[in-house]
T-cell receptor, first 113, second 113 residues
Framework: KAGVTQTPRYLIKTRGQQVTLSCSPISGHRSVSWYQQTPGQGLQFLFEYFSETQRNKGNFPGRFSGRQFSNSRSEMNVSTLELGDSALYLC????????????FGPGTRLTVL | AQSVTQPDIHITVSEGASLELRCNYSYGATPYLFWYVQSPGQGLQLLLKYFSGDTLVQGIKGFEAEFKRSQSSFNLRKPSVHWSDAAEYFCAVGAQGNTPLVFGKGTRLSVIA
């Protein structure tokens, strides 16, 4: 079974731009979560989607948003990029939700200049 | 609120030596506990997990961990470290239901000849 895939793997943007990251979960997994990883803050939960609905949300500003499609694929969008948004963005999928084992993708490395 | 403490930021061991990485958690109910490993530039790979039952759990790559409720600990062990084990290790706590994973800050493992 293929694992979680994320595209693109690397992105370079400038301040004020917006960016969209994509995540394809493991086949059969209906829950997709997003995490931000930075050296200073570590791994922080952004949000979780299940059946095309945001079910849980972390403590991030509204510039961070996401959506999930009917095939469980998910996208994450960050608008009005700031230097502090530079991070590794990890997507995780699970069968039914946050109470199940989370399987992570390779991440998208976003650099904001 | 859940929290996870990994007291050791960086550990160096010799190849062939034994390894123990410490993890302490704080959570009111019975936690779900995980260890993940991250190689440079990569996502998180699940090493092992504890949901219930036997407190000694076996994982991949020869790792094991022991859940000790009285000490609120879930330490990771390996009897003989290989150079390929050099990576960053993250302990995480979750719970039944819609609770996102909370990660420790990680322990970086270096392996010397």
């Amino acid at each position: 079974k293929a694992g979680v895939t994320q595209t693109p793997r690397y992105l370079i943007k400038t301040r004020g731009q917006q960016v969209t990251l994509s995540c394809s979960p493991i086949s059969g997994h209906r829950s997709v979560s997003w995490y931000q990883q930075t050296p200073g803050q570590g791994l922080q939960f952004l949000f979780e989607y299940f059946s095309e609905t945001q079910r849980n949300k972390g403590n991030f500003p509204g510039r961070f948003s996401g959506r999930q499609f009917s095939n469980s694929r998910s996208e994450m969008n960050v608008s009005t990029l700031e230097l502090g948004d530079s991070a590794l963005y990890l997507c995780a999928s699970s069968l039914e939700g946050l109470g199940d084992t989370q399987y992570f993708g390779p991440g998208t490395r976003l650099t904001v200049l | 609120a859940q929290s996870v403490t990994q007291p050791d930021i960086h550990i160096t061991v010799s190849e062939g030596a034994s390894l123990e990485l410490r993890c302490n958690y704080s959570y009111g109910a019975t936690p779900y506990l995980f260890w993940y490993v991250q190689s440079p530039g990569q996502g998180l790979q699940l090493l092992l997990k504890y949901f219930s039952g036997d407190t000694l759990v076996q994982g991949i790559k020869g790792f094991e961990a022991e859940f000790k409720r009285s000490q609120s600990s879930f330490n990771l062990r390996k009897p003989s470290v290989h150079w390929s084990d050099a990576a960053e290790y993250f302990c995480a706590v979750g719970a039944q239901g819609n609770t996102p994973l909370v990660f420790g800050k990680g322990t970086r493992l270096s392996v010397i000849a």
